[in-house]
């Protein structure tokens, strides 16, 4: 669904939305930074002037000038408060790579997450790669790495957009600081007013119920679609405790496309079929599919992800894919739906109720080695259209773009399906627990990718 992104103009100090703080709290837990693959040729601009100009850009992007800061005594919210430019945030990897050792180097910076109390992102440039998918000629490779208490990955992608592009940004407001005493002052005022957030909380959790019994009611007359339901563990579905590896599947964009269907119901049939002979033919299969959603305040992550069944045991394609993308629209029309709305909205109001230190307790509470009875997905896709090819890195277009979910305690493989322009890229992020043989699913994925697009033809 359309949304409108938070106020960039936003003021210079201001607590993290709940949403926000989860991320930040629990990507000590899970790691969760986002890592957003831009491709350009090689062009004529001096890199290292560019990387001064990328750092010129990045003080101008509300996203990237901010990082956060802990509230003193933990009775408030964490901040975002603006930062300058660290010159340290731009890491430039000079040493010549093929396209394999690229990705390589890329898989191997996902152990090295970014701290938000010092930057909530860093830019890993890989100039003279030489084989990267596509014409001939050297490349460089730019990989924004981003906290995702910092944006969601629509969010991550407009900030890159901002980055790389060549418009004019705004000028840079004003920035005023806070006292440790202001700082303190808020602590106080947040402790002052504890009662009155116990109170809203408990009469909030009211309204919740009430939403949630409008909400079954609806769904048990038929009016609304049900939830998606919970799927067995595979062997997909176990911590990521080995190598983590990544690979690409570009492809032009009318490659993926048919009459009738999309880009996301594309991949998600391939990747059913790919799964289906990696896992020798399971009996049932689901993906959690990432929904965009609408704008809560000044949250930056507003998303939420959804089961959509593969259908394994349907053999022929047109119908597979059929199921596919009807299950997927029934996600899309429950999730959209005013009930379903009005739920979520009294559940945020709620949590913004909820004392910090209840909630930052709330989150170390949760065991990452815990293993779940059963999963919303046996893996991930996220889906994302970056817009139009009019990115530059000295002076070079972009070829492509791709993305790379994180891993979970219960998921080791994960896909993204990111398009800029002409292209749609297909990233796969694997772990030798659950995937020993990487460049053996990368080629299941390629041949379903086939086999799809010879039944729609």
Known sequence: MPRDRPDSNRPESMHLHPADARAYWMASKIPSDQFLLYCFDT?????????????????????????VTDAPLGLDYPRWTSANPRTDAVIVHRTPRTWPDCLDAISSSFEHQVDPRGSVWHLHLYPNITDSPGEPGSTVVAVLQLSHAAADGA?????????????????????????????LASEVRAAAVLPLHTALMVRGGLRVRRDALALGRATDSGSIPPPARSRVLTALDVAPTGRTSVRTIVL?????????????????????????????????????VTLARRTRGPARNNF???????????????????????????????????????????????????????????????????????????TVVSSVTRGAADLMLCGGPVRFTAGFPALSPAMSLTHGVHGIGNTVTIGITSNSAAVPD????????????????TALT
């Open 43 to 67: 062009g004529p601009d001096d890199l290292d002037a560019e990387v001064v100009r990328l750092l010129e850009r990045s003080a101008r992007i509300d996203v990237l000038r901010r990082h």
């Open 155 to 183: 969010l991550a992608s407009k900030t890159a957009r901002d980055l790389f592009g060549t418009h004019r940004l705004a000028p840079v407001p004003e920035r005023t600081s806070r006292s440790t005493g202001t700082e």
């Open 252 to 288: 032009a964009k009318s490659d993926l496309h048919a009459e009738g269907t999309t880009v996301t119901a594309f991949a998600l049939t391939a990747i059913s079929i790919a799964l289906q002979a990696f896992l020798d033919t399971p009996a049932d299969l689901a993906a959690e």
């Open 304 to 378: 939420g992800n959804v089961g959509v069944g593969l259908f394994p045991a349907e053999p022929d394609i047109r119908t597979r894919m059929l199921l596919i993308s009807n299950d997927l629209a029934a996600r899309r029309v429950r999730a959209s739906h005013p009930l379903a709305e009005a739920a979520r909205a009294s559940q945020d109001e709620v949590e913004v109720h909820v004392p910090a230190f209840l909630a930052e307790w709330g989150v170390a509470q949760f065991d990452p080695t815990a293993i779940p009875p059963t999963v919303t997905g046996n």
């Open 438 to 453: 990487p460049d053996r699913y990368e080629a299941l994925l390629r041949d379903a990718l086939d086999q799809v697009r």
